[in-house]
């Protein structure tokens, strides 16, 4: 009946498939969990191995590099029954019955969306801190609020779909570096009127970069955003309305001021990554950097041509 899938990167999953084993055994369905490794470090490959002679346990490891869309479409072709559950690795499960929940939207051709949560202590280690504060405060949302804009709102760290419906909306592999996949894989959805329900059945997402990490994952994910929008022309409209950032750019852009956005930012960068990075990161801050990225993504590309 389900297939779990976890596509995994330099992340111990042993924990999480232990939780995962359990519930849905418990459960008492048919099932498997995939776990396909997109060639991590030796060292992590050693810790997950150890899974792989659990019954109903397929583990695979790759010998290249995939990307995020591309492990997941295949991991998706891989499953051998009509549900998939879409679990990152460096999540961990806090309800007893995060299975259970799931089971009872096993009907249809929906889309269905746990969501996300943070540990509510800051973390130890203040090189976490910027990632921990943009993680409570922009991707940890109820329920109720991300069913205002449901698929504006998908993620792919934690999802329940018929697999019938993935036949008709895959993960689009041309996205290969980091960042935006679910932001178009959201688009689609939409496109093809499938509904898509948030629940409150959260996953903490609890494998935090560092501040630096996060920022280079940041700016390419930025970079792939200006990709999207200059190779995807007819989706321009829906990325520009559905993605802030670039709703800001659009603005620049049209009123002819991204120049003198580019000046300023040039002129504060150090100031701004300098507290970015620090103790006490200010987000609206972060966000001004995002959009420096963009307009420099944007400079760049334009002198190529």
Not at 65 to 74: A, D, E, H, L, P
Not at 110 to 125: A, F, H, L, Q, S
Not at 203 to 227: C, D, M, P, R, W
Not at 239 to 256: E, N, P, Q, V
Request: charged share 25%; proline share 3%.
């Amino acid at each position: 009946m389900l297939s779990i899938l976890i596509p995994v990167y330099n992340f111990n999953v042993v924990p999480l498939v232990r939780e995962v084993y359990n519930q849905v055994t418990e459960s008492d369905i048919m099932f498997e969990i995939i776990i396909l490794d997109d060639c991590s470090d030796v060292h992590f490959k050693e810790q997950n191995r150890t899974i792989k002679d659990w019954k109903h346990v397929k583990y695979e490891e790759l010998s290249v590099n995939i990307g995020r869309s591309k492990i997941r479409n295949k991991m998706a072709g891989m499953a051998a029954y009509p549900w998939l559950l879409f679990l990152d690795c460096d999540t961990q499960i806090v309800r007893n019955d995060y299975i259970a929940a799931y089971l009872e939207y096993c009907d249809g051709e929906i889309v269905v969306c746990g969501g996300r949560t943070y540990r509510d202590t800051k973390p130890e280690n203040h090189d976490h801190y910027l990632r921990w504060k943009y993680g409570i405060n922009r991707e940890q949302k109820p329920a109720a609020v991300r069913n205002l804009r449901p698929w504006h709102s998908f993620m792919t760290n934690n999802f329940l779909m018929a697999a019938s419906v993935f036949k008709q909306v895959s993960f689009d592999e041309s996205i290969v570096k980091y960042g935006h996949e679910d932001t178009f894989f959201g688009i689609e959805l939409r496109r093809k009127k499938i509904p898509v329900l948030h629940i409150d059945n959260p996953l903490v997402h609890i494998g935090l970069e560092s501040g630096v990490e996060f920022l280079a994952k940041t700016k390419e994910g930025v970079e792939n955003l200006y990709q999207l929008l200059q190779h995807k022309a007819g989706y321009k409209e829906e990325l520009i309305s559905g993605i802030k950032l670039l709703a800001h750019f659009s603005i620049l852009k049209r009123t002819r001021t991204l120049q003198v956005y580019w000046l300023f930012f040039r002129i504060m960068k150090k100031v701004i990554l300098s507290n970015v990075l620090g103790r006490r990161p200010c987000l609206l801050l972060f966000d001004l950097c995002k959009l420096g990225f963009l307009i420099e993504k944007a400079i760049t590309y334009s002198k190529k041509d």
